[in-house]
């Protein structure tokens, strides 16, 4: 045991425990322990003790098989971290399993700081209370957990659910990504769910005083809907789906269009532009059949429609305190020409196609890849040749391409370019 004479000072306990169970301190200067230590990342507090490896049962390394072995007939958590380089991270991942229960960390022993006394004084000793497991694959890890009765749940940004929607399994791995990565693909691909933590935390970091408007547009199934919707909730703004406003015209008042002659206005009273907002509100998922959005899509082809709706739009963005965020199709170009910011968002038609096949496979309607590629198609068309407010790009929006962009790394990209008009 190596001390620094001011740390024998403050604690002269330490010394005498010490010396209890056979073990003498030396007193050196701190230099010294700093040289020894070598990492100069991390500061040391004037004490160095050194020890053995940290062990299992019988003096071996510790293996997952253990961890799983020791708690085989109940309740288990696991931590697993999906190449966490910084390892200050890392003491602060098992100083919180330390305090939550967990049963060991896992973490792989390529692209992770593999220190055993790093880790320790990182996790300002925790590591003694939680095993810390190194392991060669983790995605082999993760399957040999699944077969001895875990769950493993992703936390990543894309998530499907939110943490607190998910009721944990009783034997569950928890998996973290790195830091601005994130989960890689396969162990993505391996995890039973994906879980995200609502993102409330960014709101601080981006530090909004303005009231801003932001306009999205974009072609069916670009992503723009779940783009503007986590944008309005980092930024604590409205959200305004127009594309749902005219599913919703189409489906409660699409007697308007039928019987209104031509170049006569369609009228909606407030009552009726008052329904329409109450059901932007209503998440029937018949709102968003296939069914509706081809009929959205012929309705909003005809300039009377869209002049009944744009008022609607328009007062929507007006009255929100803090601003909006709107998505549609001519929002830059007709319902908010002032935006603060313009965005533009696209992806090819295949990958669109595909997230349009899945989001209908997951909420258990029939679909047809190539069907669903066809109508995408169609509605590509329509909307952009349509003669009144068709969908454009216009020059001074931001244009993003998220083809191959998870949602989180999508709405990252976003925020960081949003951040410079705040
Ligand atoms: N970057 C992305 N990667 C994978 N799937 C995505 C991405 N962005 C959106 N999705 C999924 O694609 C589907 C359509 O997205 P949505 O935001 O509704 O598109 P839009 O509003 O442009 O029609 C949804 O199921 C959504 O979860
Ligand atoms: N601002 C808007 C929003 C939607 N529309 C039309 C064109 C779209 O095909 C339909 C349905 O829009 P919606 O955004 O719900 O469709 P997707 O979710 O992108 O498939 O409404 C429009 O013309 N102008």
Known sequence: MLVTGEFLKKYPEVA????????????????????????????HQGIALRVGR???????????????????????????????????????????AACFDVDAVILPEHHSPSESCVITK???????????VQVGNLVKTMEYLKQHGYWCYGMDAGGDKALHEISFC??????LGSEGKGIRRLTREHCDHLVKIPMSA?????????????????????GKGTL?????????????????????????????????????E?????????????????????????????????????SQVRSALLPIQRQFVLNAPQGAVVDGRDIASVVCPDADVKIFVS??????????????????????????????????????????????????????????MQKAAALRELVEKIKTFL
């Not at 701190?30 to 990342?41: P, Q, R, T, Y």
């Not at 127009?242 to 489906?251: D, S, W």
């Not at 066809?374 to 003669?387: K, M, N, P």
């Open 347 to 404: 992806a090819y038609a295949s990958v669109r196609a595909r997230r349009r096949f899945r989001q209908l496979c997951g909420s258990n309607r029939k679909a047809m890849y190539k069907t669903v590629l066809f109508h995408l198609l169609h509605r590509d068309i329509r909307d952009t040749c349509r003669s009144s407010a068709p969908l454009v790009r216009t020059e001074d929006a931001i244009y993003l391409n998220n083809s191959h």
């Open 170 to 175: 009783e034997r569950r791995a928890i998996i």
């Open 266 to 302: 369609i009228r909606l009273n407030t009552e009726e532009e008052e329904e329409m907002l109450a059901a932007l509100n209503n998440d029937d998922p018949g709102y968003y059949s296939e069914h509706v959005g081809r009929m959205a899509s012929i309705l909003a082809r005809n």
């Open 202 to 222: 960014r709101i601080d970091s981006l530090n909004r005083s303005k009231r801003l408007v932001i306009a999205i547009d974009g072609p069916s199934s670009s």
């Open 122 to 132: 990182a996790s300002s000793g925790a590591a003694d209370i939680v095993p810390v």
């Open 16 to 43: 005498r425990m010490a010396q209890s169970k056979g073990v003498h301190p030396r007193r050196v200067a701190a230099g010294e322990i700093s040289k020894i230590w070598g990492h100069s990342g991390m500061a």
């Open 54 to 96: 940290l062990s299992g049962h019988d003096g071996s390394k510790l293996r997952v098989e253990d961890i799983v072995s020791a708690h085989l007939s109940n309740t288990s958590t696991v931590v697993l971290l999906d190449r966490v380089t910084d390892i200050n991270n890392v003491g602060a991942i098992v100083r919180s």
């Open 228 to 264: 503007a919707k986590e944008l309005a909730n980092v930024l604590r703004m409205q959200h305004l789906d127009t594309g749902k406003l005219y599913r919703v015209f189409a489906v409660k008042f699409p007697h308007k269009y039928s019987q209104a002659r031509s170049h006569e």
